[in-house]
C-alpha cells in the first residue's frame, strides 16, 4: 500500500493550506487515518487522526485551527489548516491502516511534505 502526500508549500503566517493524501495498492479496507509532523530536532507528533466512521482526534495545539476529513471512496485523506503559525513549520506525514487485499493488516506512511510558515 503506497501513500502520496501533496499541499505543502510555503505561507504567510495566518494562512491556510491544504494536504491531501492518497492511499493506492492492493486494498480491502481503510481504517484509521492520519496526519503526524515533524520539525528540525523534534521527534514525530500526531496532528489529527480520523477513523472510518469518521470519529478525528486532534492534538491541542492545532484545535480549532486544523480540520481532518477523508473521502473512503476515494482512499484519501485531507488536512485542511487555518491560522498558520511560525510553529506549525514541519514536515507533514500522512498515514493509513488497514487491511490489504490478502486480508493482511496494513500501517503504511507518506513520504512527507513540507509546510514552512514564515513572512
Known amino acids: 500500500v503506497q501513500l502520496q502526500a501533496s499541499g505543502g508549500g510555503l505561507v504567510q503566517p495566518g494562512g491556510s493550506l491544504r494536504l491531501s493524501c492518497a492511499a493506492s495498492?492492493?486494498?480491502?479496507?481503510?481504517?484509521?487515518m492520519g496526519w503526524y509532523r515533524q520539525a528540525p530536532g523534534n521527534q514525530r507528533e500526531l496532528v489529527a487522526t480520523?477513523?472510518?466512521?469518521?470519529?478525528?482526534r486532534y492534538a491541542d495545539s492545532v484545535k480549532g485551527r486544523f480540520t481532518i476529513s477523508r473521502d473512503n471512496a476515494k482512499k484519501t485523506v485531507y488536512l485542511q489548516m487555518n491560522g498558520l503559525k511560525p510553529e506549525d513549520t514541519a514536515v507533514y506525514y500522512c498515514?493509513?491502516?488497514?487491511?490489504?487485499?490478502?486480508?493482511?493488516?496494513?500501517?503504511?506512511w507518506g513520504q512527507g511534505t513540507l509546510v514552512t510558515v514564515s513572512s
Open positions: 498515514n493509513a491502516e488497514g487491511l490489504s487485499s490478502a486480508l493482511v493488516k496494513f500501517n503504511s
Open positions: 495498492g492492493s486494498i480491502f479496507r481503510i481504517d484509521g
Open positions: 480520523i477513523s472510518r466512521a469518521g470519529t478525528t
